[in-house]
């Protein structure tokens, strides 16, 4: 090796190495660089979301509709409340792990400990309710009837309030009664046999109950207020459309229908909250090895802490990236 | 190893203004109770306005509803303060600050204006085909 290196003359100066000129170590670092790749993942995917939302603008549906649950509240509209509790369990558990890396930084390995331990915790409650997020889209609430070209047609009474399909749509006779999951190897959940209500019937109820309408994708300014609404359809059009151009029922939401609007909104909600999910529990993967290691006093003999620090970046930009998502999810 | 950390482990230094040296917080313990304070008020006033959505903020600015421009302006700044004070980007050097954060910026900004641009200019073609796109 000595005869291929060449004395450089910068030996001892800035270019000559052994110098930490961004003051930071090795592994804090490459931290600080895996984070900005991994923001400009998620920028990616929020940039296509934003890309896809300016393209199928009418039909995206309006945050507030979609998610309006709160934990035994049944049945209340309550808009944006549950995201802002796990928005504040987020930011709380960021908090515990600053608290933690500070800890360190005075060697005091019981609150380090304890802080970690509580960060963890804050990580277990958000992906938890990240699921009960998830189970509420799944199911849908109001359902509703798509046409063939693809848009979503959804039901309200005379003054314009949400109607669910349950509670107009009478289940007529079955033909055919379909198997389960456990009773067959192969079977068929889609229209018309698995499923709850058939186009038909749906008509027809509808033309029995005068008072419904249909609301429509299209977004109408109102010029009292300057805010965009979707447009509810008149009587006549409303039969129009469900007769004419109305091919199937959508309950709920998954990868390829949406009762709430365009199913890009669907494939998005579930693949960017989905990763950052995974982050989340990945997170509190790390939380718990470096919780374990603590209490072992791998850090104490190593004589530092930096570790907790590493992690705790790490952690701070999982908080960081929900606060986009919250942002481009549920706010705008 | 530990020679490593005992060299750059400057942190015995936090710096404890924020607001521009507005606020002075005694300890990093209390800064950091002190920045989770400021948060919190940024989220509550998010929601509230998400909830309320106040007719008057539905004017339009740059293709965007005012109110709009406000959560995107809160966020920046929530994520300002997460940055620079939980994970310490205030007490970093700042080769290392910029190196992170411009190339970042600078991207961001790069993509989403195309691709908004983009999706926009896709929309009006589908609203103006001679197809309808509603059937």
């Known amino acids: 090796m000595d005869t291929t290196v060449a004395p450089t003359g910068t030996e001892g100066q800035t270019w ?11 592994g804090k670092m490459m931290m600080w660089f895996f984070i900005l790749s991994d923001a400009l993942t998620f920028s990616g995917f929020l940039a296509a979301y934003g890309f896809s939302r300016f393209k199928y603008i009418e039909e995206w549906p309006i945050a507030d509709e ?4 709160f934990p035994f509240m049944h049945g209340t509209d309550a808009p944006m409340f549950y ?17 933690a890396v500070d800890a360190g930084h005075h060697m005091n390995k019981k609150k380090v400990s304890f802080y970690l331990l509580l960060t963890v915790i804050g990580g277990l409650i958000f992906v938890g309710s990240q699921a009960w997020e998830w189970k509420n889209f799944i199911n849908g609430e109001y359902g509703a009837v798509k046409t063939k070209g693809g848009r979503i047609l959804q039901f309200t009474d005379a003054e314009g309030e949400r109607v669910a399909l349950n509670s107009f749509v009478t289940v007529g006779e079955r033909p055919v009664q379909a198997l389960n999951n456990s009773e067959g190897i192969w079977y068929q959940s889609d229209d018309p046999i698995g499923a709850t209500y058939t186009i038909d019937e749906v008509r027809k109820s509808f033309a029995a109950n005068p008072d419904l309408r249909i609301r429509t994708q299209q977004l109408v300014v109102n010029q009292e207020t300057g805010a965009s609404e979707k447009l509810v359809l008149s009587r006549e059009e409303s039969l129009f459309k469900l007769n004419n151009q109305a091919i199937g029922v959508v309950e709920g939401a998954n990868l390829s229908e949406n009762e709430y609007g365009a199913p890009l909104f669907a494939d998005f909600f579930f693949f960017i909250t989905g990763f950052h999910g995974f982050h989340v529990f990945s997170g509190v993967v790390f939380n718990l090895i470096i919780f374990f290691n603590v209490l072992l006093g791998t850090y104490e003999r190593r004589g530092s802490y930096e570790m907790v620090e590493k992690v705790g970046l790490y952690w701070h930009f999982v908080d960081l990236v929900w606060v986009f ?5 549920y706010l705008v | 190893m530990a020679d490593h950390a005992a060299h750059t482990d400057g942190h015995a230094e936090h710096k404890l203004e924020i607001f521009r040296g507005l606020v002075k917080f005694k300890s990093n313990t209390q800064k950091i109770w002190g920045v989770l304070i400021f948060l919190s008020l940024v989220t509550i006033v998010e929601v509230a306005l998400g909830y309320i959505k106040p007719d008057s903020l539905n004017a339009h600015f740059l293709g965007l509803k005012l109110l709009n421009w406000i959560f995107i302006i ?22 290392l600050r910029r190196a992170v954060v411009w190339t970042g910026v600078f991207l961001i900004v790069y993509l989403i204006a195309i691709l908004l641009f983009e999706g926009e200019y896709i929309y009006q073609v589908y609203k103006n085909a001679a197809v309808s796109f509603d059937f």
């Open chain 1, 16 to 26: 000559g190495g052994g110098s930490n000129p961004l003051k930071a170590s090795y």
């Open chain 1, 66 to 69: 979609v998610f309006n649950h």
């Open chain 1, 83 to 99: 995201v802002a509790l796990m928005t504040f369990i987020l930011i709380g558990s960021s908090v515990t792990m600053v608290l």
């Open chain 1, 325 to 329: 998502v919250f942002t481009f999810f």
């Open chain 2, 74 to 95: 809160l966020t920046i700044v929530k994520a300002y303060y997460i940055t620079w004070d939980f994970m310490h980007m205030r007490d970093e050097v700042s080769g």
